[in-house]
């Protein structure tokens, strides 16, 4: 991807007595001011001027600049979760754009300390073209002009996700039908003494004193969702198989697995974190952060604390998405 990208900025200098007072950051041609904490040689094929910090100087040199567009991480993984905690709460008053460098190892750790509401681009184990694509992202979302001359492939990429996410969108929301839509809730049934006269177009039984059925006969509700989810589990194995026998990428769907599997874990009443997310996407960790994003910005995902660990958080699917998959999935087995 060919950019035209001009960062120009003045830092202020810092000495180990007391810092000097605040100076403005000159900017020019709409540039982005952007402040890499950690070691940049990794950003040297980014193309665009950056200033740089150690960990320990990050929050003074975050406070001290007048404009910070975006502040990067490149080696998240090695700032303790205090740290961390600290430059993700300045960058969200600051309303910068972050950028995340982290090992699959801390993904867990790193993404429990970013904030619900905060701009962040995560990046595992990335590449030259990855952080080429995290940077176009973050720059957009601070109103960056991108002069394209050409099309690059990883940006032909992220189309074809975003047409991706609103096609499973549309999917969904038919499954849901008549319940409201993809974010609507179920229909629920009339209590046992509400008339029944006003449902016109309903079929409904009179009460009768029938006695019970034997237990043995009665379906129970955690029988059936663990029938399910061994079906679901079933499908995603079925799945995997196939990169057995042929290309990983030529079946590639990260959006579906990733409704499987949380549907599957929703079923058997288990929780998921992100990094075990990514790994059922079978794709490689950035894409799958990418679209877990996409995901929940759609409505589909809601991220959920874990109550026993404060350094991890969890993936679920929203109340629509669940009914939608559930539907789905009765439809199959009609």
């Known amino acids: 991807m060919q950019q035209a990208i001009e960062v120009v900025s003045e830092v202020s200098n810092f000495s ?43 929050a003074q040199h975050l406070s001290a600049m007048a404009v910070v567009d975006i502040l990067w991480l490149t080696s998240a993984e090695t700032i303790d979760t205090e740290t ?70 990883a940006m032909e990429r992220i189309d074809r996700l975003q047409e991706e996410v609103a096609r499973i969108s549309r999917l969904l929301g038919d499954l849901a039908g008549q319940r409201g839509g993809l974010l609507g809730t179920p229909v629920g049934y009339a209590p046992a003494n509400e008339d029944y006269g006003n449902y016109g177009g309903q079929v409904r039984a009179p009460g009768r004193d029938f006695a019970a059925m034997p237990r043995s006969f009665v379906p129970e509700e955690r029988t059936i969702e663990r029938q399910r989810a061994k079906a679901v589990r079933r499908m995603l194995r079925q799945r995997r198989m196939r990169e057995q026998y042929f290309p990983a990428d030529l079946f590639a769907d990260p959006a579906w697995d990733m409704l499987l599997d949380l549907y ?52 679920a699917l929203a109340e629509g998405a669940h009914e939608s998959m559930a539907r789905y999935f009765e439809a199959l087995e009609d």
């Open 16 to 58: 180990a007595e007391a810092a000097e007072p605040r100076r403005s950051v000159a900017r020019s041609g709409g540039g982005s001011s952007l402040l890499v904490v950690g070691p940049c040689d990794r950003l040297e094929d980014l193309g665009c001027e950056v200033f740089t910090t150690a960990v320990g100087d990050a």
């Open 84 to 153: 961390l905690t600290t430059l993700c709460e300045m960058a969200a008053e600051r309303d910068c754009h972050l950028v995340c460098e982290t090992s699959f190892a801390a993904l867990d750790r790193i993404s429990a300390a970013v904030p619900d509401g905060l701009r962040v681009e995560m990046l595992v184990d990335a590449d030259a073209t990855e952080r080429r694509v995290a940077l176009a992202a973050a720059q957009r979302a601070v109103g960056q002009v991108v002069h394209e001359v050409t099309r690059d492939p």
């Open 264 to 315: 599957a874990a929703r079923l058997e009443r288990q929780p998921v974190s992100v990094s075990s997310l990514c790994i059922a996407a079978a794709v490689p960790a950035t894409t799958a952060l990418r679209w877990i994003k996409t995901m929940s910005d759609a409505g589909l995902f809601l991220r959920e604390a874990d109550p026993q660990d404060g350094r991890r958080i969890f993936i």
